[in-house]
C-alpha cells in the first residue's frame, strides 16, 4: 500500500474516533473556462429495475484548465495547473451511487452508513469495477469510473473558482462536510447542484476515479488524458463528510490502494454515448 493510501485510511480512522482533521485555508484556483453550462441538464435515464433508476447529465467537450498554480500552498499533487482537452461529450452521474443501486445489482450492501437513498460507501476500487460489469451485463449499456480529467472538468462546471459553488462560505449549501454532516453521509443530491446539474461533487462521498495517481501532472497541454500507465493506488476525488473545505476543492487529489475501503469513498458511474 502507498504513503497516500494510508494517510488516508489513516484520516478516516482519525474521523471515526471523533475528529477531523484541522487543514489551513486554500487559495482559489485559476482556470479558464470551459464549455457553456447546460440549461437545463440534458439527462438520460437508465433503468435497474424494481423502479430503481439512475440518471445521467451529458457533459458537453471542451478545455479548462486542470489542478492549481504552482504557487497554490499544500497543493503540490495538484500541478503543474495545465491546459486539458476532452475531445468527446460524456454522459456524467449526476449523483453518487446509492445504495439501493448498487443493492439492486450486487444484492448487498457493504456500507457503514445505511440508508437506500444514501451513497454507497466502503467499497473499493475493484468492487466499483464489478459493479461497473453487473451493471453493463443488466443493462445492455457501457459504463465505467470517470477519468480524473473528466472527473475535475464536471466538477468545475466553467467554474474557476476554489469550489465551483463559489468561495468557502458558499461551500456548507452544496457540500456535506466537516462543518455539517453530523459525522455522517446523507441522501444524494439534498445539495444545490453546481452549474450542469451536478449533485455531491464536493463531500459526502470522495469518489472513485478510473486513474492511476502520480505525485504531479505531466508537464504540458493533455488532450483526453488517462493518467500514469500504472501505479499502487488509484485516484480518489471531490472529499467526504467528514473533510475540511480545503480538501473538497476542485482541484484536490487524494488516493487510495484500489483493494481498499473505508467508509469515507464512493463513487459515480460514466455512461459510454450510444453511436
Not at 100 to 121: A, C, H, T, Y
Not at 184 to 211: F, I, M, Q, Y
Request: proline share 8%; net charge negative; hydrophobic share 35%.
Amino acid at each position: 500500500m502507498s504513503l497516500r493510501s494510508i494517510t488516508l485510511s489513516l484520516f478516516f480512522s482519525t474521523l471515526f474516533v471523533g475528529g477531523a482533521l484541522g487543514v489551513a485555508a486554500a487559495p482559489t484556483d485559476r482556470s479558464a473556462p470551459a464549455a457553456p453550462p447546460l440549461s437545463p441538464p440534458e439527462l438520460e435515464t437508465i433503468e435497474l429495475g424494481n423502479g430503481i433508476t439512475m440518471e445521467f447529465v451529458r457533459v458537453a467537450p471542451g478545455t479548462f484548465q486542470m489542478g492549481s498554480p504552482d504557487e497554490a500552498a499544500g497543493a503540490s499533487d495538484e500541478t503543474p495547473c495545465h491546459k486539458v482537452t476532452l475531445t468527446q461529450p460524456f454522459l456524467f452521474g449526476k449523483c453518487e451511487v446509492t445504495q439501493e443501486q448498487w443493492s439492486q445489482i450486487m444484492g448487498r450492501n457493504p456500507s457503514r452508513f445505511k440508508g437506500k437513498k444514501l451513497p454507497v460507501d466502503t467499497v473499493s476500487w475493484q468492487d466499483c469495477q464489478q459493479f461497473l460489469a453487473k451493471l453493463g451485463e443488466a443493462s445492455g449499456r457501457t459504463f465505467a469510473l470517470p477519468t480524473e480529467a473528466q472527473w475535475e472538468y464536471a466538477c468545475r462546471a466553467d467554474t474557476a473558482t476554489a469550489w465551483n459553488s463559489g468561495e468557502e462560505a458558499t461551500v456548507p449549501g452544496s457540500a456535506w462536510c466537516d462543518g455539517n454532516s453530523d459525522g455522517r453521509t446523507h441522501p444524494v443530491g439534498g445539495k444545490k447542484p453546481n452549474a450542469w446539474g451536478l449533485h455531491d461533487l464536493h463531500g459526502n462521498v470522495g469518489e472513485w476515479c478510473s486513474d492511476w495517481y502520480g505525485i504531479h501532472y505531466s508537464p504540458g497541454d493533455a488532450i483526453d488524458p488517462q493518467g500514469p500507465p500504472g501505479g499502487d493506488s488509484k485516484v480518489v476525488r471531490g472529499g467526504a463528510w467528514g473533510d475540511n473545505p480545503s480538501l473538497l476543492r476542485s482541484a484536490s487529489r487524494n488516493a487510495n490502494g484500489p483493494d481498499g475501503a473505508n467508509h469515507g469513498i464512493g463513487f459515480r458511474c460514466v455512461l459510454k454515448i450510444k453511436s
